[in-house]
Protein backbone atom coordinates (compact mmCIF):
# COMPACT_ATOMS: atom_id res chain seq x y z
CA UNK A 1 0.00 0.00 0.00
CA UNK A 2 1.22 3.47 -0.84
CA UNK A 3 1.57 6.47 1.74
CA UNK A 4 2.55 9.70 1.37
CA UNK A 5 4.76 11.87 3.75
CA UNK A 6 4.65 15.36 4.10
CA UNK A 7 7.54 16.33 1.48
CA UNK A 8 5.17 14.72 -1.38
CA UNK A 9 7.41 12.25 -1.61
CA UNK A 10 5.83 8.94 -2.50
CA UNK A 11 6.99 6.02 -0.18
CA UNK A 12 5.84 2.46 0.00
CA UNK A 13 5.28 1.09 3.03
CA UNK A 14 5.01 -2.79 2.99
CA UNK A 15 2.80 -5.00 5.89
CA UNK A 16 1.89 -8.52 6.31
CA UNK A 17 -0.97 -9.47 4.24
CA UNK A 18 -3.89 -11.23 5.31
CA UNK A 19 -5.26 -12.28 8.82
CA UNK A 20 -3.04 -11.08 11.73
CA UNK A 21 -5.30 -11.91 14.73
CA UNK A 22 -3.20 -13.56 16.52
CA UNK A 23 0.40 -13.11 16.23
CA UNK A 24 3.14 -15.31 17.88
CA UNK A 25 6.26 -13.95 19.11
CA UNK A 26 9.38 -16.00 19.85
CA UNK A 27 11.59 -14.09 22.26
CA UNK A 28 11.00 -12.67 25.07
CA UNK A 29 13.70 -10.70 24.91
CA UNK A 30 13.33 -6.94 24.63
CA UNK A 31 12.81 -6.72 21.00
CA UNK A 32 10.26 -9.32 21.31
CA UNK A 33 8.80 -7.86 24.87
CA UNK A 34 8.06 -4.64 22.95
CA UNK A 35 6.73 -5.89 20.02
CA UNK A 36 4.62 -7.81 21.77
CA UNK A 37 3.09 -5.23 24.00
CA UNK A 38 2.48 -2.87 20.29
CA UNK A 39 0.94 -5.89 18.89
CA UNK A 40 -1.33 -5.86 22.62
CA UNK A 41 -1.99 -2.12 22.08
CA UNK A 42 -3.53 -2.47 18.53
CA UNK A 43 -5.34 -5.21 19.48
CA UNK A 44 -3.77 -8.54 18.45
CA UNK A 45 -4.13 -11.87 20.54
CA UNK A 46 -0.28 -11.97 21.11
CA UNK A 47 1.60 -16.16 22.72
CA UNK A 48 5.10 -15.20 23.73
CA UNK A 49 7.30 -18.00 23.81
CA UNK A 50 10.82 -18.46 25.22
CA UNK A 51 13.23 -21.10 25.45
CA UNK A 52 14.82 -19.76 28.82
CA UNK A 53 12.87 -19.67 32.11
CA UNK A 54 12.88 -15.40 32.20
CA UNK A 55 12.41 -13.03 30.30
CA UNK A 56 15.36 -10.81 28.96
CA UNK A 57 17.34 -12.40 26.18
CA UNK A 58 20.56 -10.60 25.86
CA UNK A 59 19.25 -8.76 29.20
CA UNK A 60 19.06 -11.47 31.20
CA UNK A 61 19.70 -12.48 35.03
CA UNK A 62 22.32 -14.86 36.54
CA UNK A 63 21.94 -15.54 40.20
CA UNK A 64 25.22 -16.81 42.26
CA UNK A 65 26.07 -17.06 45.68
CA UNK A 66 24.23 -14.25 46.56
CA UNK A 67 24.99 -11.74 43.97
CA UNK A 68 22.06 -10.84 41.27
CA UNK A 69 23.77 -10.20 37.69
CA UNK A 70 22.86 -8.37 34.66
CA UNK A 71 24.49 -10.49 32.36
CA UNK A 72 23.79 -7.99 29.40
CA UNK A 73 23.30 -4.36 29.05
CA UNK A 74 24.29 -2.27 31.81
CA UNK A 75 23.23 1.29 30.35
CA UNK A 76 19.51 2.58 29.74
CA UNK A 77 19.35 5.51 28.25
CA UNK A 78 16.28 7.46 26.42
CA UNK A 79 13.50 6.26 29.20
CA UNK A 80 11.11 7.74 26.96
CA UNK A 81 11.59 5.42 24.29
CA UNK A 82 11.30 2.33 26.89
CA UNK A 83 7.91 3.96 28.12
CA UNK A 84 6.18 3.58 24.82
CA UNK A 85 5.56 -0.10 24.55
CA UNK A 86 4.27 0.59 28.05
CA UNK A 87 2.46 3.17 27.18
CA UNK A 88 0.69 1.60 23.83
CA UNK A 89 -1.41 -0.96 26.63
CA UNK A 90 -2.04 1.80 29.03
CA UNK A 91 1.02 0.96 31.23
CA UNK A 92 3.77 2.78 32.22
CA UNK A 93 7.88 1.99 32.74
CA UNK A 94 8.06 4.64 35.97
CA UNK A 95 4.89 3.01 37.62
CA UNK A 96 6.69 -0.38 37.37
CA UNK A 97 10.24 0.54 37.84
CA UNK A 98 12.49 2.92 39.66
CA UNK A 99 14.52 4.82 37.45
CA UNK A 100 17.37 6.48 39.14
CA UNK A 101 19.60 9.11 37.03
CA UNK A 102 23.47 8.65 37.41
CA UNK A 103 25.24 11.71 38.20
CA UNK A 104 27.92 11.35 36.88
CA UNK A 105 26.48 9.01 34.16
CA UNK A 106 30.21 8.20 33.73
CA UNK A 107 34.03 8.88 34.90
CA UNK A 108 36.62 8.60 32.20
CA UNK A 109 39.91 7.78 33.69
CA UNK A 110 42.84 8.26 31.09
CA UNK A 111 46.49 7.01 30.74
CA UNK A 112 47.63 9.93 32.39
CA UNK A 113 46.44 9.96 35.33
CA UNK A 114 43.66 12.14 34.53
CA UNK A 115 39.88 11.82 35.16
CA UNK A 116 36.72 13.59 33.92
CA UNK A 117 33.46 13.36 35.41
CA UNK A 118 30.66 13.26 32.52
CA UNK A 119 27.75 15.32 33.32
CA UNK A 120 24.53 15.07 30.92
CA UNK A 121 23.37 18.31 32.14
CA UNK A 122 25.08 20.89 30.03
CA UNK A 123 26.01 23.79 32.75
CA UNK A 124 27.78 21.02 34.97
CA UNK A 125 29.63 19.63 31.82
CA UNK A 126 30.81 22.83 30.46
CA UNK A 127 32.30 23.28 34.01
CA UNK A 128 33.56 20.16 34.62
CA UNK A 129 35.35 20.48 30.63
CA UNK A 130 36.54 23.78 31.65
CA UNK A 131 38.33 22.48 34.87
CA UNK A 132 39.54 19.46 32.92
CA UNK A 133 40.87 21.07 29.54
CA UNK A 134 40.46 25.09 30.09
CA UNK A 135 37.47 27.30 28.63
CA UNK A 136 37.96 26.78 25.08
CA UNK A 137 37.50 23.48 25.15
CA UNK A 138 34.22 24.21 26.91
CA UNK A 139 32.94 26.57 24.53
CA UNK A 140 33.48 24.11 21.75
CA UNK A 141 31.72 21.41 24.14
CA UNK A 142 28.78 23.67 24.26
CA UNK A 143 29.05 24.04 20.27
CA UNK A 144 28.98 20.16 20.23
CA UNK A 145 25.82 19.60 22.53
CA UNK A 146 23.87 21.77 20.24
CA UNK A 147 25.01 20.10 17.10
CA UNK A 148 24.28 16.48 19.11
CA UNK A 149 20.70 17.98 19.50
CA UNK A 150 20.16 19.18 16.10
CA UNK A 151 21.50 15.52 14.37
CA UNK A 152 19.02 14.17 16.86
CA UNK A 153 16.43 15.79 15.84
CA UNK A 154 16.96 15.50 12.49
CA UNK A 155 17.82 11.38 12.52
CA UNK A 156 15.29 9.93 14.95
CA UNK A 157 11.35 9.56 13.50
CA UNK A 158 12.62 9.84 9.77
CA UNK A 159 15.65 7.42 9.79
CA UNK A 160 15.17 5.73 13.27
CA UNK A 161 12.34 5.01 14.31
CA UNK A 162 11.38 4.13 10.61
CA UNK A 163 10.34 1.07 8.22
CA UNK A 164 12.24 1.42 5.01
CA UNK A 165 11.23 -0.89 1.98
CA UNK A 166 14.02 0.74 -0.33
CA UNK A 167 16.38 3.60 -0.80
CA UNK A 168 13.39 5.78 -1.71
CA UNK A 169 12.72 5.83 1.59
CA UNK A 170 15.65 8.06 2.17
CA UNK A 171 14.53 10.61 0.16
CA UNK A 172 13.19 13.48 2.34
CA UNK A 173 14.20 16.70 3.76
CA UNK A 174 15.63 15.74 6.60
CA UNK A 175 18.07 14.02 4.60
CA UNK A 176 19.29 17.38 3.39
CA UNK A 177 19.36 18.60 7.11
CA UNK A 178 21.68 15.60 7.90
CA UNK A 179 23.99 16.19 4.77
CA UNK A 180 24.05 19.83 6.13
CA UNK A 181 24.67 18.70 9.78
CA UNK A 182 27.66 16.63 8.49
CA UNK A 183 26.08 13.50 9.21
CA UNK A 184 28.00 12.10 6.32
CA UNK A 185 31.50 12.80 7.15
CA UNK A 186 33.68 11.04 9.69
CA UNK A 187 32.91 10.88 13.37
CA UNK A 188 36.13 11.64 14.85
CA UNK A 189 36.92 14.50 12.02
CA UNK A 190 33.51 16.08 12.73
CA UNK A 191 34.15 15.55 16.71
CA UNK A 192 37.53 16.82 16.36
CA UNK A 193 36.08 19.88 15.12
CA UNK A 194 34.43 20.74 18.16
CA UNK A 195 36.92 19.59 20.47
CA UNK A 196 41.03 19.90 20.62
CA UNK A 197 41.65 17.41 23.46
CA UNK A 198 42.03 14.18 22.13
CA UNK A 199 41.35 12.50 25.71
CA UNK A 200 37.84 14.38 25.18
CA UNK A 201 37.23 13.23 21.55
CA UNK A 202 37.71 9.86 22.72
CA UNK A 203 34.43 10.60 25.50
CA UNK A 204 32.36 11.31 22.41
CA UNK A 205 33.29 9.06 20.32
CA UNK A 206 34.50 5.89 21.61
CA UNK A 207 30.10 5.22 21.43
CA UNK A 208 30.81 4.29 17.66
CA UNK A 209 32.11 1.22 18.73
CA UNK A 210 28.60 -0.18 20.03
CA UNK A 211 27.65 0.40 16.29
CA UNK A 212 31.29 -1.54 15.11
CA UNK A 213 32.96 1.30 13.61
CA UNK A 214 36.21 2.58 14.50
CA UNK A 215 35.61 6.40 15.10
CA UNK A 216 37.90 6.95 12.30
CA UNK A 217 35.51 5.14 9.39
CA UNK A 218 32.10 5.80 11.25
CA UNK A 219 29.63 8.13 10.07
CA UNK A 220 29.41 11.29 11.94
CA UNK A 221 25.87 10.94 11.85
CA UNK A 222 26.43 7.70 14.89
CA UNK A 223 27.09 10.86 17.17
CA UNK A 224 23.38 10.09 17.93
CA UNK A 225 24.85 7.51 20.09
CA UNK A 226 26.74 10.01 21.94
CA UNK A 227 23.60 12.11 22.19
CA UNK A 228 22.49 9.29 23.95
CA UNK A 229 24.71 8.25 26.47
CA UNK A 230 26.14 12.20 27.25
CA UNK A 231 22.81 14.54 26.66
CA UNK A 232 19.51 12.73 27.20
CA UNK A 233 20.73 11.22 30.18
CA UNK A 234 22.15 7.49 31.76
CA UNK A 235 19.69 5.62 34.13
CA UNK A 236 20.33 2.43 36.59
CA UNK A 237 16.52 0.18 37.33
CA UNK A 238 16.55 -0.24 40.68
CA UNK A 239 16.52 -3.69 41.16
CA UNK A 240 19.07 -4.04 37.42
CA UNK A 241 18.65 -3.62 34.19
CA UNK A 242 17.20 -6.55 34.17
CA UNK A 243 13.91 -4.65 36.13
CA UNK A 244 13.25 -3.42 32.39
CA UNK A 245 12.35 -7.00 30.58
CA UNK A 246 10.76 -8.25 34.28
CA UNK A 247 8.41 -5.19 33.97
CA UNK A 248 7.61 -5.48 30.35
CA UNK A 249 7.08 -9.51 30.80
CA UNK A 250 4.84 -8.15 33.50
CA UNK A 251 2.75 -5.47 31.70
CA UNK A 252 2.32 -8.13 28.98
CA UNK A 253 0.54 -10.41 31.12
CA UNK A 254 -1.58 -8.29 32.17
CA UNK A 255 -2.26 -6.91 28.74
CA UNK A 256 -3.25 -10.25 28.15
CA UNK A 257 -0.60 -11.76 26.58
CA UNK A 258 -0.02 -15.70 27.01
CA UNK A 259 3.93 -15.78 28.18
CA UNK A 260 5.30 -19.49 27.43
CA UNK A 261 8.65 -19.55 29.05
CA UNK A 262 11.03 -22.52 28.50
CA UNK A 263 10.14 -23.52 25.54
CA UNK A 264 12.36 -23.81 22.46
CA UNK A 265 10.71 -22.88 19.01
CA UNK A 266 12.29 -26.01 17.10
CA UNK A 267 10.47 -25.49 13.64
CA UNK A 268 7.74 -22.85 11.76
CA UNK A 269 5.04 -25.18 9.91
CA UNK A 270 4.43 -23.41 6.90
CA UNK A 271 1.39 -23.67 4.17
CA UNK A 272 2.45 -21.95 0.95
CA UNK A 273 4.07 -18.68 1.61
CA UNK A 274 2.94 -17.93 5.10
CA UNK A 275 3.56 -19.18 8.46
CA UNK A 276 1.02 -21.53 10.30
CA UNK A 277 1.88 -22.30 13.29
CA UNK A 278 5.10 -22.56 15.47
CA UNK A 279 6.63 -25.93 17.49
CA UNK A 280 8.01 -25.74 20.27
CA UNK A 281 8.94 -29.44 21.46
CA UNK A 282 6.39 -31.44 21.57
CA UNK A 283 3.76 -28.03 21.05
CA UNK A 284 1.92 -26.78 18.15
CA UNK A 285 0.86 -23.18 18.39
CA UNK A 286 -1.27 -21.60 15.18
CA UNK A 287 -0.67 -18.22 14.36
CA UNK A 288 -1.58 -15.60 11.92
CA UNK A 289 1.61 -14.24 11.99
CA UNK A 290 5.10 -14.52 13.62
CA UNK A 291 7.83 -12.19 15.20
CA UNK A 292 11.52 -13.73 15.28
CA UNK A 293 13.81 -12.03 17.08
CA UNK A 294 16.48 -14.78 17.51
CA UNK A 295 19.63 -13.42 16.38
CA UNK A 296 19.50 -13.50 12.29
CA UNK A 297 21.28 -16.99 11.62
CA UNK A 298 18.85 -18.47 13.65
CA UNK A 299 16.25 -16.66 12.48
CA UNK A 300 16.42 -17.48 8.55
CA UNK A 301 17.15 -20.90 9.34
CA UNK A 302 13.56 -21.38 10.73
CA UNK A 303 12.77 -19.73 7.36
CA UNK A 304 14.54 -21.65 5.15
CA UNK A 305 17.08 -19.56 4.64
CA UNK A 306 18.77 -16.43 4.43
CA UNK A 307 18.30 -13.67 1.50
CA UNK A 308 20.60 -13.03 -0.58
CA UNK A 309 23.14 -9.59 -0.46
CA UNK A 310 25.59 -8.79 -2.87
CA UNK A 311 28.47 -8.84 -0.11
CA UNK A 312 28.19 -11.02 3.38
CA UNK A 313 27.12 -9.44 6.36
CA UNK A 314 29.66 -8.21 8.56
CA UNK A 315 29.78 -7.87 12.51
CA UNK A 316 30.66 -6.10 14.80
CA UNK A 317 33.76 -6.87 17.78
CA UNK A 318 32.89 -8.82 20.69
CA UNK A 319 33.55 -8.40 24.48
CA UNK A 320 35.17 -10.43 27.53
CA UNK A 321 32.89 -9.76 30.43
CA UNK A 322 33.91 -10.51 33.92
CA UNK A 323 31.34 -10.68 36.50
CA UNK A 324 33.39 -10.64 40.03
CA UNK A 325 31.51 -10.70 43.41
CA UNK A 326 34.18 -9.28 45.71
CA UNK A 327 34.61 -7.91 49.26
CA UNK A 328 35.58 -4.71 48.72
CA UNK A 329 35.57 -1.58 46.36
CA UNK A 330 37.33 1.34 45.02
CA UNK A 331 36.06 4.85 45.88
CA UNK A 332 37.49 6.23 42.40
CA UNK A 333 34.89 3.84 40.82
CA UNK A 334 31.83 5.57 39.76
CA UNK A 335 28.76 3.12 38.58
CA UNK A 336 30.06 3.33 35.40
CA UNK A 337 33.84 3.85 34.96
CA UNK A 338 36.12 4.01 31.10
CA UNK A 339 39.64 3.12 32.12
CA UNK A 340 41.51 4.09 28.51
CA UNK A 341 44.77 3.05 27.74
CA UNK A 342 47.16 5.23 25.54
CA UNK A 343 46.51 3.42 22.68
CA UNK A 344 43.64 4.72 20.53
CA UNK A 345 43.84 3.90 16.51
CA UNK A 346 45.69 0.89 16.52
CA UNK A 347 43.20 -0.35 19.24
CA UNK A 348 40.26 -0.33 16.99
CA UNK A 349 42.77 -2.06 13.95
CA UNK A 350 43.24 -4.66 16.43
CA UNK A 351 39.52 -4.80 17.38
CA UNK A 352 38.12 -4.50 13.45
CA UNK A 353 40.86 -5.56 10.90
CA UNK A 354 44.34 -7.37 12.74
CA UNK A 355 41.35 -9.80 15.12
CA UNK A 356 44.21 -9.54 17.71
CA UNK A 357 43.00 -8.92 21.61
CA UNK A 358 43.91 -5.49 22.49
CA UNK A 359 47.45 -4.81 23.50
CA UNK A 360 46.67 -1.82 25.66
CA UNK A 361 42.92 -2.30 26.40
CA UNK A 362 40.38 0.05 26.95
CA UNK A 363 38.00 -1.16 29.46
CA UNK A 364 34.16 -0.51 30.77
CA UNK A 365 34.19 -1.24 34.70
CA UNK A 366 30.07 -0.88 36.10
CA UNK A 367 29.96 -0.92 39.69
CA UNK A 368 25.91 -1.60 39.52
CA UNK A 369 26.22 -1.74 43.52
CA UNK A 370 27.36 2.21 43.76
CA UNK A 371 23.21 2.77 43.37
CA UNK A 372 21.83 0.01 44.43
CA UNK A 373 23.82 -2.39 47.23
CA UNK A 374 20.75 -4.89 47.04
CA UNK A 375 22.20 -6.92 43.96
CA UNK A 376 25.22 -8.64 46.33
CA UNK A 377 25.06 -10.03 49.83
CA UNK A 378 25.86 -6.88 52.75
CA UNK A 379 28.88 -5.69 52.78
CA UNK A 380 29.73 -7.12 49.07
CA UNK A 381 30.31 -5.25 46.00
CA UNK A 382 29.58 -6.23 42.37
CA UNK A 383 31.77 -5.26 39.55
CA UNK A 384 31.47 -5.63 36.17
CA UNK A 385 34.55 -5.61 33.57
CA UNK A 386 33.66 -5.35 29.92
CA UNK A 387 36.40 -6.05 26.96
CA UNK A 388 36.16 -5.48 23.65
CA UNK A 389 37.48 -7.90 21.84
CA UNK A 390 37.99 -9.30 18.11
CA UNK A 391 34.44 -11.22 17.41
CA UNK A 392 35.03 -15.05 15.79
CA UNK A 393 34.98 -13.90 11.63
CA UNK A 394 38.49 -12.24 12.69
CA UNK A 395 39.99 -13.39 15.78
CA UNK A 396 40.19 -16.59 17.75
CA UNK A 397 37.87 -19.01 17.16
CA UNK A 398 35.24 -19.70 19.76
CA UNK A 399 37.66 -23.52 20.36
CA UNK A 400 39.94 -21.70 21.24
CA UNK A 401 38.57 -19.56 23.99
CA UNK A 402 38.92 -22.93 26.32
CA UNK A 403 42.55 -22.08 26.78
CA UNK A 404 42.96 -18.65 25.97
CA UNK A 405 39.89 -17.16 28.62
CA UNK A 406 41.80 -17.70 31.89
CA UNK A 407 44.83 -16.29 30.60
CA UNK A 408 42.78 -13.59 29.55
CA UNK A 409 41.10 -12.64 32.31
CA UNK A 410 44.22 -12.72 34.53
CA UNK A 411 45.62 -10.30 31.83
CA UNK A 412 42.53 -7.68 32.30
CA UNK A 413 43.09 -7.79 36.20
CA UNK A 414 46.72 -7.15 35.87
CA UNK A 415 45.96 -3.93 33.32
CA UNK A 416 42.89 -3.09 36.04
CA UNK A 417 45.82 -3.20 39.68
CA UNK A 418 47.89 -1.67 37.40
CA UNK A 419 45.05 1.21 36.90
CA UNK A 420 45.21 1.69 40.87
CA UNK A 421 42.50 -0.83 41.42
CA UNK A 422 45.27 -2.62 43.61
CA UNK A 423 43.96 -5.75 45.28
CA UNK A 424 40.92 -6.45 42.88
CA UNK A 425 42.45 -9.73 42.16
CA UNK A 426 42.40 -11.26 45.75
CA UNK A 427 39.31 -9.27 46.57
CA UNK A 428 37.08 -12.01 44.17
CA UNK A 429 35.11 -14.24 45.70
CA UNK A 430 32.39 -15.03 43.15
CA UNK A 431 33.16 -15.13 39.29
CA UNK A 432 31.68 -15.83 36.17
CA UNK A 433 33.80 -15.33 32.61
CA UNK A 434 32.22 -14.67 29.33
CA UNK A 435 33.68 -14.87 26.06
CA UNK A 436 33.11 -15.01 22.21
CA UNK A 437 32.31 -18.92 22.61
CA UNK A 438 29.76 -18.66 25.24
CA UNK A 439 27.88 -15.69 22.83
CA UNK A 440 28.37 -18.58 19.97
CA UNK A 441 26.81 -21.00 22.06
CA UNK A 442 23.90 -18.49 22.73
CA UNK A 443 23.59 -18.57 19.11
CA UNK A 444 24.86 -15.04 18.28
CA UNK A 445 26.88 -14.94 14.96
CA UNK A 446 30.45 -14.36 14.71
CA UNK A 447 30.27 -14.72 18.55
CA UNK A 448 29.96 -10.89 19.34
CA UNK A 449 26.77 -9.88 21.33
CA UNK A 450 26.32 -6.76 19.31
CA UNK A 451 25.01 -8.56 15.93
CA UNK A 452 25.81 -6.88 12.21
CA UNK A 453 27.72 -3.82 12.34
CA UNK A 454 26.63 -0.45 11.33
CA UNK A 455 28.90 0.18 7.98
CA UNK A 456 26.81 2.34 5.56
CA UNK A 457 26.17 -0.84 3.58
CA UNK A 458 24.74 -2.30 6.54
CA UNK A 459 22.41 1.13 7.88
CA UNK A 460 19.09 2.12 7.37
CA UNK A 461 17.62 0.95 3.97
CA UNK A 462 20.46 -1.53 3.63
CA UNK A 463 20.92 -3.25 6.81
CA UNK A 464 18.71 -6.32 6.76
CA UNK A 465 14.84 -5.83 6.43
CA UNK A 466 12.23 -7.11 8.89
CA UNK A 467 10.30 -8.03 6.34
CA UNK A 468 11.40 -11.31 4.55
CA UNK A 469 10.14 -12.63 0.93
CA UNK A 470 10.25 -16.49 2.18
CA UNK A 471 7.23 -15.83 4.47
CA UNK A 472 4.68 -13.20 3.99
CA UNK A 473 3.69 -13.26 7.15
CA UNK A 474 6.81 -13.23 9.24
CA UNK A 475 8.47 -10.14 10.71
CA UNK A 476 12.26 -9.70 12.13
CA UNK A 477 12.88 -8.02 15.35
CA UNK A 478 16.36 -7.37 17.40
CA UNK A 479 19.94 -6.13 16.77
CA UNK A 480 20.65 -7.65 13.75
CA UNK A 481 17.71 -6.04 11.51
CA UNK A 482 16.19 -2.27 11.51
CA UNK A 483 17.39 -0.32 12.95
CA UNK A 484 20.37 -1.31 14.86
CA UNK A 485 22.41 -2.39 18.50
CA UNK A 486 21.48 -0.95 21.40
CA UNK A 487 18.84 -0.83 23.96
CA UNK A 488 16.93 1.93 22.56
CA UNK A 489 17.36 0.72 18.88
CA UNK A 490 16.31 -2.87 19.86
CA UNK A 491 12.95 -1.74 21.88
CA UNK A 492 12.08 0.55 18.39
CA UNK A 493 12.87 -2.73 16.28
CA UNK A 494 10.11 -4.33 18.26
CA UNK A 495 7.82 -1.05 17.55
CA UNK A 496 8.59 -1.23 13.68
CA UNK A 497 7.86 -5.73 13.91
CA UNK A 498 4.77 -4.59 15.31
CA UNK A 499 4.15 -1.99 13.06
CA UNK A 500 4.63 -3.99 9.98
CA UNK A 501 1.60 -5.85 11.19
CA UNK A 502 -0.46 -3.67 12.53
CA UNK A 503 0.05 -0.78 9.69
CA UNK A 504 0.04 1.27 12.51
CA UNK A 505 0.92 5.15 11.59
CA UNK A 506 4.35 5.76 10.41
CA UNK A 507 6.55 9.34 10.82
CA UNK A 508 6.14 10.18 7.41
CA UNK A 509 2.58 11.44 8.47
CA UNK A 510 0.77 8.74 6.13
CA UNK A 511 -0.71 5.76 7.36
CA UNK A 512 -0.59 2.33 5.84
CA UNK A 513 -3.30 -0.32 6.95
CA UNK A 514 -2.69 -4.09 6.49
CA UNK A 515 -6.23 -6.22 5.24
CA UNK A 516 -6.80 -7.74 8.57
CA UNK A 517 -7.07 -4.24 10.14
CA UNK A 518 -10.49 -4.02 11.59
CA UNK A 519 -12.56 -2.60 14.52
CA UNK A 520 -11.28 -5.32 16.87
CA UNK A 521 -7.97 -3.41 18.10
CA UNK A 522 -10.06 -0.42 18.57
CA UNK A 523 -12.17 -1.99 20.62
CA UNK A 524 -9.48 -3.69 22.64
CA UNK A 525 -8.14 0.19 23.38
CA UNK A 526 -11.36 1.45 24.09
CA UNK A 527 -11.73 -1.55 26.63
CA UNK A 528 -8.34 -0.91 28.19
CA UNK A 529 -9.45 3.34 28.73
Given amino acids: MRAYGRSGVRAVTRTVPGRTDHVVVVGAGLAGLSAALHLLGAGRRVTVVERDELPGGRAGRMEIDGYRIDTGPTVLTMPDLA ?5 AVGDSLRERVELVPLHPAYRARFADGSSLDVHTGAEAMAAEVERFAGAREAAGYLRMRD ?162 RPVRLKHSP ?21 SFGAAWRGTFDELTRAGRLMSDPSLLITRPTATDPSLAPPGRHLHYVLAPCPNTDIGPGAAEWADLAPRYRDSVLRTLEERGLTGLASAIETECVVTP ?93
Avoid at 163 to 187: M, Q
Avoid at 474 to 485: I, K, S
Fill in 83 to 87: DEPFA
Fill in 147 to 308: WLERLYRAQMRRFIDANFDSPLGLLHPDLARLAALGGFGRLDARIGGFLHDERLRRVFSFQALYAGVPPARALAAYAVIAYMDTVAGVYFPRGGMHALPRAMADAAADAGADLRFGREVTRLERSGGRVTAVVAGDERIPCDAVVLTPDLPVAYRMLGGAPR
Fill in 318 to 338: SAVVLHLGTDRTWPELAHHTL
Fill in 437 to 529: ADWAAQGHAAGTPFATAHTFAQTGPFRPRNLVRSAENAVLAGCGTTPGVGVPTVLLSGKLAARRITGARGPSGGASLSSSASSSAQEALHDRA
